[in-house]
């Protein structure tokens, strides 16, 4: 059974830095692709989340969402199990939940996130002004 478990969401103001955490267990092989996702604003009842960041875990391959490129960095430590969304330069636009995900994708990680079966329940990202 995969089971994912985020940390590291808080409060800060425009500018600043926070560093999100994803343990996971259960993954047996290293063809997964592991991500970082937001809720969408406005589409909460949808469920609809953006997808801002992921890694290949077999290979280390990363991409990022246009938005976020060059102040958040996604990053693996194979040996504890754990993916992390180091976040900088925060915008208000970034305030959201964030939800760390896993699926079987092989050599390239789906950005869409109706394709990810594994899911953590959520840390809350909140920017200020």
């Known amino acids: 059974q995969v089971q994912l478990v985020e940390t590291g969401g808080d409060s800060v103001q425009a500018g600043g830095s926070l560093r999100l955490s994803c343990t996971a267990s259960?993954?047996?092989?290293?063809?997964?692709?592991m991500a970082w996702f937001r809720q969408v604003p406005g589409k909460e009842r949808e469920g609809e989340r953006e997808?801002?960041?992921?890694?290949?875990?077999?290979?280390?391959?990363?991409y990022y969402v246009d938005s976020v490129k060059g102040r958040f960095t996604i990053s693996q430590d194979s040996v504890n199990n754990t993916m992390y969304l180091q976040m900088n330069n925060l915008e208000p636009q970034d305030t959201s939940m964030y939800y760390c995900a896993a699926g079987l994708f092989g050599g390239h990680c789906s950005s869409s996130y109706s394709n990810y079966i594994y899911w953590g329940q959520g840390t809350q990202v909140t920017v200020s002004s």
């Open positions: 997808g801002v960041a992921r890694i290949y875990i077999g290979g280390g391959t990363t």
């Open positions: 259960g993954l047996t092989n290293s063809y997964y692709c």
